[in-house]
């Protein structure tokens, strides 16, 4: 166990990278800070009578969403000929280097940037602006969408995935692979709607399964079961795995 981790040397590589730690802090306060402005410049832009009623709250969330999502791969330096060697003999076992980053994108950097979020929603409630308020209070509203939230953090894992696995471009690569996956989903959907009937008078794009006198019947105790089963254990398991092949993809690159 002592080979695999020890905490006076986790701690020791914790020291070490310290520095590095700190400069991706910065550079993540820098980005969540620019998204802000931007997103408030985009709303001067349309006129005061746009800034007493919404704002791009919502949308600067979603932004900053997006660059946790993409953190891995913009932020950490990848492995080349020039930077392993030293990287390869730091006394330290193949579990804890992972760990160190794992720590940092998975725990520190979105904590990080929450507080952060939550001080300017905190320093705008508290002006005399309006906009400044409409803004917090949007801030506000949106963190009530957890479901947004999770399904983007599920996401992380091609990025975090793609940081171990790629050697160049991992960015590009990576976001080619959410791409993939994401037009297999619509694929499957656009089969399922081709099997379903005409659509519904009202236009939706999609007919209600539960409608359809061909699925309109309740379910089954264990059917029901084994739904509620897949909807938490497939995702799950796809963000373990991410973790578990990023271990051993890392524990190749040492080798």
């Known amino acids: 166990m002592n080979a695999t981790f020890n905490l006076k040397r986790f701690l020791l590589l ?12 910065l550079w993540s306060a820098g980005i969540v800070l620019s998204i802000c402005l931007l997103c408030m ?13 919404q704002s791009s709250a919502t949308s600067f969330v979603k932004y900053t969403i997006w660059f946790l999502l993409i953190a891995p791969c913009l932020l950490e330096t990848n492995l080349t000929k020039r930077n392993s060697t030293l990287y390869i003999l730091l006394p330290a076992s ?12 998975l725990l520190l950097l979105p904590a990080f940037c929450a507080l952060l979020i939550l001080c300017l929603n ?28 999770i399904t983007f953090s599920i996401l992380q894992a ?30 499957i959907i656009f089969v399922i ?35 509620n089963f897949c909807n938490y254990a ?14 051993f993809l890392l524990k190749e690159k040492q080798l």
Not at 158 to 187: D, E, N, P
Not at 234 to 246: D, E, T
Request: net charge neutral; charged share 15%; glycine share 4%.
């Open 14 to 25: 914790e020291q070490y990278n310290l520095q590095e730690t700190c400069k991706h802090l």
């Open 41 to 53: 410049l985009f709303d001067l832009n349309h006129g005061v009578a746009y800034l007493s009623n």
């Open 94 to 105: 193949v579990f804890e280097k992972f760990l160190h980053i794992w720590i940092k994108y």
């Open 122 to 149: 905190s320093l705008f409630s508290l002006t005399d602006i309006t906009y400044l308020k409409v803004f917090s209070r949007d801030i506000a509203s949106y963190e009530a969408q957890k479901d947004y939230i």
């Open 158 to 187: 091609t990025f975090f995935i793609g940081y171990f696995g790629f050697k160049r471009q991992m960015l590009l690569k990576s976001l080619a692979i959410s791409v993939a996956l994401f037009s297999i989903c619509m694929g």
């Open 193 to 227: 709607v081709s099997l379903m009937p005409e659509k519904a008078p009202e236009g939706y794009w999609v007919d209600n399964l539960g409608t359809w006198p061909r699925t309109n019947y309740p379910l089954s105790a264990t059917t029901l079961a084994i739904v």
């Open 234 to 247: 497939v995702p799950i398991c796809f963000v373990l795995g991410s973790w578990v092949s990023s271990y």
